[in-house]
């Protein structure tokens, strides 16, 4: 019973950090209140260890060209619907905007790309493939469009 109570509260807080706390810092970096630099200090976010009995997340930054980087987030295995196996801050190095994306654990196996921001969560569609190599791509893609 325990145990239950606590992987209940841990997925709440995976669920803060992945859809409610990144998406405040993007807005917090759009509204020129935050520095970017601040999406990847996330030895600052310790909060999120304690809460979740494990790691936040790890994360990379990326230099994906025009203009871009990609700051990469690697979160734990998700046990449920809809936690993130990753996310991805897609910013523009010179207007300093941002999007923010996640790829998503499904029902029945399924991996959903979402997009999120305070006011929404826009889902893309499957991804065909749980692979971080096909999520970047997926990601990076939307430089073009």
Not at 103 to 122: D, S, V, Y
Request: hydrophobic share 40%; aromatic share 14%.
């Amino acid at each position: 019973m325990f145990d239950s109570v606590l992987e209940v509260v841990a997925h709440e807080f995976r669920y803060e950090l992945q859809y409610i706390f990144i998406p405040k810092l993007v807005a917090a970096i759009n509204n020129g209140e935050l520095d970017s630099s601040h999406l990847c200090k996330v030895e600052d976010w310790s909060i999120w260890d304690y809460y979740t009995c494990e790691k936040g997340c790890d994360v990379e930054m990326l230099d994906v060209g025009n203009n871009y980087n990609l700051i990469l987030y690697t979160f734990p295995e998700p046990n449920e619907i809809p936690e993130a196996l990753y996310g991805a801050v897609l910013l523009n190095s010179v207007t300093n905007k941002a999007e923010y994306y996640t790829l998503e654990c499904g029902w029945k196996g399924a991996w959903i790309i979402g997009n999120m921001t305070l006011e929404r969560h826009r889902n893309y569609g499957n991804l065909q493939s749980r692979e971080l190599e096909d999520f970047v791509k997926w990601v990076t893609d939307r430089i073009k469009k």
